[in-house]
């Protein structure tokens, strides 16, 4: 059974800094792209930023590059997104998904190439 597991959310003060990990169990790791996303109340899912799981190459949202950076430990078939100084705005349910083996490139919209989706784990941030 496919599973995406996503922890690390937590309640913390602007300008501090979250770790968020995505752990994938079920089927095969390799050659896909995994996302990060995040939903805040009353808005739209909105990517932030995903890896492909072979090549390593990254691709992050515009307005978040150089605060989130994402990264893998595939042996532990993990995807982890390291947030820094973080912002009220930020608030959101942060969700991580992965795209059908096979995928050769990615993308951080949502309504594209993502095929499972993990629960979502919670990010308050307190100005």
């Known amino acids: 059974q496919v599973q995406l597991v996503e922890s690390g959310g937590a309640s913390v003060q602007a300008g501090g800094s979250l770790r968020l990990s995505c752990k994938v169990s079920?089927?095969?790791?390799?050659?896909?792209?995994m996302g990060w996303f995040r939903q805040a109340p009353g808005k739209e899912r909105e990517g932030v930023a995903a890896?492909?799981?072979?090549?390593?190459?990254?691709y992050y949202a515009d307005s978040l590059k150089g605060r989130f950076t994402i990264s893998q430990n595939n042996a532990m078939n993990t995807v982890y997104l390291q947030m820094s100084s973080l912002k009220p705005e930020d608030t959101a349910t942060y969700y991580c998904?992965?795209?059908?083996?096979?995928?050769?490139?990615?993308?951080?919209?949502?309504?594209?190439?993502?095929?499972?989706w993990g629960q979502g784990t919670q990010v308050t941030v307190s100005s």
């Open positions: 890896i492909h799981t072979s090549s390593g190459s990254t």
């Open positions: 998904a992965a795209s059908s083996q096979g995928q050769s490139y990615c993308s951080t919209d949502p309504a594209t190439i993502f095929r499972s």
């Open positions: 079920g089927y095969t790791y390799s050659r896909r792209c």
